[in-house]
């Protein structure tokens, strides 16, 4: 079993940035993928960014040059830094770890933007 904790949500002005951390622990030895959706309120929860096993990194076009997903591999985390953020960044943000059998989630991190 894998276990997700997010930290770093937080309240941000527009135009200003935040940090999320996703630690795994548990069976992360085969995880294939590590990334970040979101869910704003009304909304479906959407893909913003993953890292495979590889090292390849996909975003979503409304993020693309503004957020950067990276990984730790010493401290079994993944990060996601947010700048330039607009006020429809404002989301639950989790991390979701995939390996052949399941995918794991964290139990999420608010953040909201100000304009």
């Known amino acids: 079993q894998v276990q997700l904790v997010e930290s770093g949500g937080g309240l941000a002005q527009a135009g200003g940035s935040l940090r999320l951390s996703c630690a795994a622990s548990?069976?992360?030895?085969?995880?294939?993928?590590m990334g970040w959706y979101r869910q704003a309120p009304g909304k479906r929860r959407e893909l913003v960014a993953t890292?495979?096993?590889?090292?390849?990194?996909n975003y979503i076009y409304s993020v693309k040059g503004r957020f950067t997903i990276s990984r730790d591999n010493a401290k079994n985390t993944v990060y996601l830094q947010m700048n330039s953020l607009k006020p429809e960044d404002t989301a639950v943000y989790y991390c979701?770890?995939?390996?052949?059998?399941?995918?794991?989630w964290g139990q999420g991190t608010q953040v909201t933007v100000s304009s």
């Open positions: 979701c770890a995939s390996n052949e059998r399941a995918d794991y």
């Open positions: 548990g069976g992360i030895f085969d995880i294939n993928v």
């Open positions: 890292f495979t096993r590889g090292g390849s990194t």
